[in-house]
């Protein structure tokens, strides 16, 4: 029987190198992969690149590998809950790839399923598709690198010709997952709104590493129920239910009577 789990969570990251580029699962600060995460701060692994939807808050999620100063490089669609990611950037010490959140989607889903590159309407006629989008700033204010121009190409759609910019896909050397239930073969079920990018993130990556909070048997799965197939997993551990889960903003409506 193929047993994809390991005994905790720093065994799990162990082997992630200096320099290594990372997808990461979660969708605001739900379905961070928390533990992993924290396994990597303690180990000491800095000068990443990671790919996440966000970069968490300062104390929490990805931010806390950011304030620690070991993300070099963060590819996003969302950036506006974290100081020190705002402070980072702007004073150059972080290169930023700013990216539609559906077309960072689309990447991440691309480059798990062999796809080099694809064509989409999003961005078409701003700095998306013509450059100029700060990457890194010097520090003084000015931009030391920009994003560059991209392939635009004219399709017929429907009978109306239309303009598509050109999106690379992605891949990276490992990605750190949450999920909700899994087996020991690395079948997957993810719960609500971390099924958001926990699935691209983990398709990315060429290094699949799970954190689970139910674990169960090969074949206790309802097939019709998984949402990807542990042909895409590399490592699983198990944390529990009982994992700290943050709410980025709680909203609590007035009682009408």
């Not at 966000?54 to 620690?68: K, P, Q, S, Y």
């Not at 309407?121 to 560059?148: F, H």
């Not at 529990?240 to 889960?245: M, R, S, T, V, Y």
Request: proline share 4%; charged share 25%.
């Amino acid at each position: 029987m193929i047993d994809k789990t390991v005994a905790s969570a720093a065994e799990a990251v162990a082997d992630i190198p200096d320099g290594a580029s990372l997808a990461v699962g979660g969708f605001g600060l739900s379905g961070n992969p928390v533990a992993l995460i924290e396994a990597l701060l303690a180990q000491g692994t800095r000068d990443l690149s990671v790919v996440s939807n966000n970069c968490g808050v300062d104390d929490w999620g990805l931010g806390v590998l950011l304030g620690a100063g070991r993300i070099r490089k963060m590819t996003s669609s969302y950036v506006g809950e974290n100081k020190e990611f705002e402070r980072q950037f702007l004073s150059g010490e972080l290169e930023l790839e700013l990216t539609p959140q559906g077309t960072l989607a689309e990447k991440l889903r691309a480059g798990g399923s062999g796809i080099a590159a694809f064509y989409t309407q999003t961005g078409v006629g701003t700095q998306v598709a013509e450059g100029g989008l700060p990457r890194r700033y010097d520090g003084a204010g000015g931009i030391a690198v920009a994003s560059p121009v991209k392939d635009v190409r004219t399709f017929e759609v429907n009978g109306e010709q239309r303009e598509f910019v050109l999106e690379e896909a992605i891949t990276t050397d490992f990605s750190l997952v949450h999920a909700y239930k899994a087996d020991r073969h690395g079948n997957l079920v993810f719960r609500k709104a971390a099924r958001a990018f926990n699935p691209l993130a983990a398709m990315a990556g060429r290094t699949c590493i799970v954190q689970v909070e139910h674990l169960v048997e090969p074949g206790e799965l309802d097939p019709d129920a998984v949402h990807l197939p542990g042909v895409y997993v590399h490592r699983i551990v198990e944390v529990g239910p009982d994992i700290p889960k943050r709410i980025e903003k709680r909203t609590v409506s007035e009682q009408t009577r």
